[in-house]
């Protein structure tokens, strides 16, 4: 069984930068991404690395575009999630997913993905 696992989740104050990791126990899945979730909110999408075919393409929520920057080491088994400019509305438990999503999947849709790591709290304070 697959397991995901989040590091890199702590308390940082506006305008501050995070990474956060995510290990997969084995080889990781053509598609992972990083989801967050916020106290009384929805699971929202906010980056994913899709591999589609020999290629991969990238993908950002529009809140997190242009601060945001998610990439991959294979030979790691790791997922990256660059953090910049922190904003109070960016406080979230963060989830890593992995999965196998069709080239007509939705990167943002939770349920096309098959494995979920247990999170990593980021907490953004004025």
């Known amino acids: 069984q697959v397991q995901l696992v989040e590091s890199g989740g702590g308390s940082v104050q506006a305008g501050g930068s995070l990474r956060l990791a995510c290990v997969a126990s084995?080889?990781?899945?053509?598609?992972m991404a990083w989801f967050r979730q916020a106290p009384g909110k929805e699971r929202e999408g906010v980056a994913a690395?899709?591999?589609?075919?020999?290629?991969?393409?990238?993908y950002y929520s529009d809140s997190v575009k242009g601060r945001f920057a998610v990439s991959r080491d294979n030979g790691k088994n790791t997922l990256y999630l660059q953090m910049n400019s922190l904003k109070l509305d960016d406080t979230a438990m963060y989830y890593c997913?992995?999965?196998?999503?069709?080239?007509?999947?939705?990167?943002?849709?939770?349920?096309?993905?098959?494995?979920w790591g247990q999170g990593t709290q980021v907490t953004v304070s004025s």
């Open positions: 084995r080889y990781t899945y053509d598609s």
């Open positions: 690395i899709l591999g589609i075919g020999s290629t991969h393409e990238y």
């Open positions: 997913a992995a999965g196998s999503i069709p080239s007509w999947g939705i990167w943002s849709d939770s349920r096309e993905y098959s494995y």
